[in-house]
């Protein structure tokens, strides 16, 4: 058998490595894709898989992060990805997904300077109009002057989510909630909600900028997952 010339070689090696990493970005591509889509039973399988070639990549440590019941973690995985992959694509996500943090943490000055990174860098993001309607929420709760270019924002933007159960017991409702992941949805989560003095805890999952995509996602878990206690509603 005929060995091939060292330069020949070189050049089936570089076509070899071109062909590995198209291979990578079409996978992690389509591996987002089911995620944006809430196939989050295929997306788990899919990181699985990945894991051996990908998991120093910054599209697999997103989702590794999304997909980590560890608020504390997830957030450290965040982190990484700010500091190292500010230039990616999947920085958008990443950046949000701060915002977001910070928020619910009650960490407003933090997320304050987030989300002003995030409405500079991003101003074609769908996330823009819940950006800004956040960060004028937190400038109420700091007891600061909104910047003129935040009160343009005339009607807030609506964000809606999918409710998985209600509940007035707490331990029901991490029963419910061990069951859902169980289930694969993993991006399932407890809101506690007060009404006089009693308390109530909602199981939401997902954040919507549009009515309709909550609903087309509402149908798809019931679908999926034979759900009957769910329904669309404004996040609160």
């Given at each position: ?8 070689l ?5 076509c ?17 894709r089911?995620?944006?889509?809430g196939r989050l039973?295929?997306?788990r399988?899919?990181?699985i ?26 957030f450290?995985l ?16 990443v950046?949000w ?7 619910a ?11 002003g990174?995030?409405i500079?860098?991003?101003p ?20 600061e ?5 935040l ?6 933007t ?5 409710q998985?159960?209600?509940?007035g017991?707490e ?11 169980n289930l ?5 989560y ?15 999952v997902?954040?919507f900028n ?10 798809e878990?019931k ?14």
């Amino acid at each position: 058998m005929k060995l091939l010339k060292p330069s020949y070689l070189v050049i089936f090696i570089l076509c070899i490595c071109a062909l590995s990493d198209s291979l990578y970005a079409q996978d992690i591509a389509s591996v987002l894709r089911e995620y944006d889509q809430g196939r989050l039973n295929k997306v788990r399988e899919a990181l699985i898989a990945l894991r051996p070639s990908s998991y120093n990549k910054p599209e697999y440590l997103f989702l590794t992060a999304v997909f980590e019941e560890d608020g504390e973690r997830a957030f450290a995985l965040y982190g990484e990805l700010n500091a190292n992959a500010p230039d990616n694509p999947i920085f958008e996500r990443v950046l949000w997904r701060m915002c977001q943090y910070y928020y619910a943490k009650g960490l407003y000055k933090k997320c304050n300077d987030a989300l002003g990174r995030f409405i500079a860098a991003f101003p074609d993001s769908d996330n823009q109009g819940a950006a800004r309607f956040m960060r004028n929420r937190i400038a109420l709760y700091l007891g600061e002057e909104i910047p003129d270019t935040l009160q343009r924002v005339e009607e807030p933007t609506t964000i809606y989510t999918i409710q998985l159960g209600y509940f007035g017991i707490e331990s029901n409702a991490h029963n419910q909630l061990k069951y859902l992941r169980n289930l694969g949805i993993a991006q399932a989560y407890i809101k506690e909600q007060r009404v006089g003095s009693q308390k109530f805890y909602k199981i939401w999952v997902g954040e919507f900028n549009s009515k309709n995509d909550a609903e087309k996602m509402c149908d798809e878990l019931k679908r999926k997952y034979k759900i009957t206690d769910i329904l669309v509603t404004e996040k609160k």
